[in-house]
Structures are given as structure tokens and as C-alpha cells.
């Protein structure tokens, strides 16, 4: 019998204690199901990875959180499946990076019985991915009217383009060409362009 781990790891202390000074976080789930994390072997439970997003949210609550999922684990139930969609939906990941189990022999995985069709796995993956995007849409909106500190990756025809410290893409009208690699403050204004994923921003008074 596999016992389950405990709840509390060096690496989620570790976690815990570092997260208070970040604005983006990735944090690996790969599955909203305690009975599929117990056969994925992890080292943690829902309860324990939920505890930690929230705690950090209570300091950041403008918390850019992202994550990983694997879909069509061995034995994955469509019950299985929807705890892994209402944890994605509960805690608001913004990006998913969705991956469909893939069979490899010789490990113990690929020796389970249960096997999930890829049809289901391709379907699932492609749930996930939509509800992100929705959660993302919904982030981005509560950022309008916010500060941010842009880092600079590029100027071009007077338009700067960088990440914000929410980890999100931003572009700012912007005459100062030297400011690559270099911060600026902005005023998110509006939601991306239709097909685009940088946040439209204007600049703050006091920059360089």
C-alpha cells in the first residue's frame, strides 16, 4: 500500500516562505485529484497546494498564478477529471501548460490497467486549456486601471514592449529608446487587441 505523503515537504516550506515576494507563481499540480496525485506518486495533496496559493494571495492578491496539468493519468475518471477542472477554476490559473499522458514502456505507469482513450485525453486537454484562457481573460481585466513596473524588452516606432511584474505582457506608448532593460512605470488602460496578448498601458509621470 502507498501511504500518502505528508502534507508539508521542505519543498513547499521552502515555497511558502519565498512566495510572499513574488507576484507570478508557478506551481506544478498536474492533477486536481488526490487519487490520481496518490498514483502519480506526488508528494503532495489538493488541500496542501490550494493552502499555499491562498496564503499567498492573502499578500498578493493581485497573484499571477500559472501551473502544469497532465490530463488521461492511467485510471483518470471523468470524476477525476472534473476535481482537476474545478481546482484549475477555483484557484484562477491564468496558463496551463496542458500535457496529454503519454504512454512510455517500462514504466510503471504504462503497466496500469485502465488506460485513458487519447480521444479523451486530446478532449480534456483541450477543456483545460479553454478555461485558462477564460481565467487569463478575467486577471487581465482586474489589472485595468493599475500601476505596474514594466521591464523593457524592446522600443519600436515609439511603442515599448515588455512584462510586467505580474509576469503579463504590456506595451506603452514610449519616445525614450534607452529605456531596453530598464524599468518603467505604466497605467494598465486596456484589455489586449482582439488576436494580441500584450495589456495596452500609458506611461506614468516621473519615468526616465
Given at each position: 500500500?502507498?501511504?500518502r505523503?505528508?502534507?508539508?515537504?521542505?519543498?513547499?516550506?521552502?515555497?511558502?516562505?519565498?512566495?510572499?515576494?513574488?507576484?507570478?507563481?508557478?506551481?506544478?499540480?498536474?492533477?486536481?485529484?488526490?487519487?490520481?496525485?496518490?498514483?502519480?506518486?506526488?508528494?503532495?495533496?489538493?488541500?496542501?497546494?490550494?493552502?499555499?496559493?491562498?496564503?499567498?494571495?492573502?499578500?498578493r492578491?493581485?497573484?499571477?498564478?500559472?501551473?502544469?496539468?497532465?490530463?488521461?493519468?492511467?485510471?483518470?475518471?471523468?470524476?477525476?477529471?472534473?476535481?482537476?477542472?474545478?481546482?484549475?477554476?477555483k484557484?484562477?490559473?491564468?496558463?496551463?501548460?496542458?500535457?496529454?499522458y503519454?504512454?512510455?514502456?517500462?514504466?510503471?505507469?504504462?503497466?496500469?490497467?485502465n488506460q485513458v482513450?487519447?480521444?479523451?485525453?486530446?478532449?480534456?486537454?483541450?477543456?483545460?486549456?479553454?478555461?485558462?484562457?477564460?481565467?487569463?481573460?478575467?486577471?487581465?481585466?482586474?489589472?485595468?486601471?493599475h500601476?505596474?513596473?514594466?521591464?523593457?524588452?524592446?522600443?519600436?516606432?515609439?511603442?515599448?514592449?515588455?512584462?510586467?511584474?505580474?509576469?503579463?505582457?504590456?506595451?506603452?506608448?514610449?519616445?525614450?529608446?534607452?529605456?531596453v532593460?530598464?524599468?518603467?512605470?505604466?497605467?494598465?488602460?486596456?484589455?489586449?487587441?482582439?488576436?494580441?496578448?500584450s495589456?495596452r498601458?500609458?506611461?506614468?509621470?516621473?519615468?526616465?
Amino acid at each position: 500500500m502507498i501511504r500518502r505523503p505528508p502534507r508539508s515537504t521542505p519543498l513547499y516550506s521552502s515555497a511558502a516562505s519565498d512566495v510572499y515576494k513574488r507576484q507570478h507563481l508557478h506551481l506544478c499540480l498536474q492533477s486536481g485529484s488526490d487519487r490520481v496525485l496518490l498514483a502519480m506518486r506526488r508528494l503532495y495533496n489538493l488541500e496542501s497546494f490550494e493552502q499555499l496559493i491562498i496564503n499567498a494571495r492573502h499578500v498578493r492578491p493581485d497573484l499571477n498564478a500559472t501551473t502544469d496539468i497532465l490530463v488521461g493519468f492511467p485510471g483518470e475518471t471523468d470524476a477525476d477529471f472534473d476535481a482537476t477542472y474545478q481546482a484549475v477554476k477555483k484557484l484562477g490559473f491564468t496558463h496551463c501548460h496542458t500535457f496529454r499522458y503519454a504512454k512510455r514502456n517500462g514504466t510503471r505507469a504504462a503497466r496500469m490497467e485502465n488506460q485513458v482513450d487519447d480521444t479523451i485525453k486530446r478532449r480534456r486537454s483541450t477543456v483545460i486549456r479553454e478555461l485558462a484562457a477564460t481565467n487569463r481573460t478575467a486577471y487581465l481585466g482586474g489589472l485595468l486601471g493599475h500601476n505596474q513596473k514594466m521591464l523593457v524588452e524592446s522600443v519600436s516606432d515609439q511603442v515599448a514592449r515588455g512584462y510586467g511584474e505580474c509576469f503579463v505582457p504590456i506595451q506603452s506608448p514610449c519616445k525614450n529608446s534607452t529605456l531596453v532593460r530598464d524599468f518603467m512605470d505604466v497605467r494598465i488602460s486596456k484589455l489586449p487587441r482582439p488576436g494580441a496578448t500584450s495589456l495596452r498601458a500609458i506611461p506614468v509621470e516621473g519615468n526616465k
